[in-house]
């Protein structure tokens, strides 16, 4: 089956080329279209959607209030495919036009799996959904460290770090190597500093994210933050 993408943006020409951008792969479907995150709400009701494409800054309700419903898959929508628990409905890819834009970081909180630029190339935008509709963030590793040392103030930094049932669950080895992914490393960046095999990093990585029951590397960054776990800055 195509992956089926909902274009979420309150300017018709922006939703228009990426429209014709996506219809020309044969493995993606634009299903679905809305002006603001209110409508877009309404239509994923009714409309089975795998990833959105949603703005953040739009009338009536923004990007980031409807990442949150979507991403806990709010009750009071019982519609929402996926609705019953967090994780269970579509992708959400943030578009932004500044790559350091607060209300990108805000949704990265509330859920979504990543963020691009309006001007992203049009083989970059693919590659992105892509991406998020196996399971994997669209932010390098590098731009999320930025961004959360960026916005560090929203974070509970200044309070002692908190043994959460999910962070209790993880092993020593686990616990390293998420704060090697909060300090921006990749894959193979983390096996050459813990003398692994990238495969077994992977199998640490995909262990991590079902241990916090989280959807990515992006979620398991900010919750390692904001369980003091990591500290803005504190990763060498």
């Known amino acids: 089956m195509p992956i089926r993408v909902m274009l979420v943006d309150d300017q018709e020409l922006l939703r228009t080329g990426f429209r014709m951008v996506l219809q020309s792969q044969t493995d993606i479907e634009v299903v679905a279209e809305a002006g603001d995150g209110l409508q877009a709400l309404e239509v994923l009701a009714t409309a089975e959607v ?18 949150r419903r979507i991403c ?12 019953g628990g967090p994780g269970a ?62 916005f560090a103030t929203i974070l509970p930094s200044s309070q002692p770090p908190m043994d959460t ?20 490393l990749s894959n193979g960046e983390i096996a050459g500093r813990l003398s692994l095999s990238e495969a077994t990093v992977k199998t640490h990585v995909g262990r991590i994210l079902t241990k916090l029951e989280v959807r990515d590397r992006v979620q398991a960054v900010v919750l390692a933050y904001e369980t003091g776990l990591v500290r803005a800055g504190g990763v060498p």
């Open 50 to 67: 795998d990833v959105v494409l949603m703005d953040v800054r739009m009338p009536r309700m923004d990007g980031v209030e409807a990442t």
């Open 165 to 184: 049932p999910e962070l209790a669950r993880l092993t020593d080895r686990e616990r390293e190597v998420l704060l090697l992914i909060a300090g921006g």
């Open 89 to 150: 409905g579509p992708h959400v890819l943030i578009l932004t036009t500044f790559d350091l834009d607060e209300y990108a970081f805000t949704a990265l909180k509330a859920g979504a799996s990543g963020f691009l630029l309006k001007d992203v190339p049009p083989a970059e935008l693919v590659a992105a959904i892509r991406a998020v509709h196996s399971g994997e963030a669209v932010v390098a590793p590098t731009t999320t460290r930025r961004m959360i040392d960026r």
């Open 72 to 83: 806990a898959a709010d009750p009071a929508l019982p519609g929402l495919p996926g609705a």
